[in-house]
């Protein structure tokens, strides 16, 4: 699998200069242009340095700018992307079905692309130091932090979270510095989210964010960021898209607890057998 050019953006942007996010809002707004251009004609357009651009290219991971080129051109053209935008009312069910999981698929691969593995490392680090875990997210991510919730009680540790904006809230405002808060959210500018994770930090809680867009208020304060990728399709929002890695990454987060508290994790699962059980008894 090749190099996604976007995805790198996407990943390294928080880190960027001004200068350098410049560069980078112009190549995700205008990926195609970028393949017609010089170093010297995108230097002159965005009024930069032909040595700042770049550096830009070596920031995300590319050995300069004409190698960032060939993998944006080939990224931005890729077969499979063409298959799964070309969903149409006259598709069968079977082609339907192949074109949403090669969506998905994509989704995984520019996910994992763009990981950050050693956020994932602080991260697994934050949870298993956390007395109590708290889930939040509103809309389609408060889904997400269900399912969150309903992995993380198999590992031993509290965990918590809540479909209601208001509960979440009240919950976020009893966290301390001893506590985790794991913020999901797609586009990471949600109000209701933004106001959580705020609370959150108040009260000195370590916070997690999953979201698309690192420019985003949950993708620039967390104290560690998880980025997804995912393409809008005619049928599928960006979205509804991105809900795929954002289950992948909270899996990834999963199994590094219960390998990390594999006794704690093991009493946990004993209990939880145990009642369930009694209840088909």
Known sequence: MGQNCLGSIRSHYARLSEKEKKIADFILENPKEIIHSTINETADRLGVAEATVFRFCKRIDFKGYQAMKIALASEIMSPIQQIHEEI???????????????????????????????????????????????????????????????????????????????????????????????????????????????????????????????????????????????????????????RIGQLSLIDALYVNMMIQNKEKANLSLEKIRSAISETRV
């Open 88 to 242: 149409n009312e006259n598709d069968n069910e079977k082609a339907v079905a192949e074109k949403v999981f090669q969506s998905n698929i994509r989704t995984l691969e520019n996910t994992l692309q763009i990981l950050d593995f050693s956020s994932i490392e602080k991260a697994a680090r934050i949870l298993a130091g956390a007395n109590r875990v708290d889930f939040y997210g509103t809309g389609g991510s408060a889904i997400i932090a269900m399912d969150a919730y309903h992995k993380f009680i198999r590992t031993g540790i509290s965990a918590y979270a809540f479909i209601d904006s208001h509960f979440q809230l009240m919950s976020a405002s009893q966290l301390t510095n001893n506590d985790a808060a794991v913020i999901i959210s797609h586009s990471g500018t949600n109000k209701d989210t933004i106001k959580i994770m705020n609370t959150a930090r108040k009260n000195g809680a370590k916070t997690i964010g999953i979201t698309s867009f690192p420019k985003s208020p949950v993708g620039q304060n967390s104290d560690v960021a998880l980025f997804t990728s995912s393409e809008e399709t005619e049928y599928r929002s960006e979205a509804l898209a991105s």
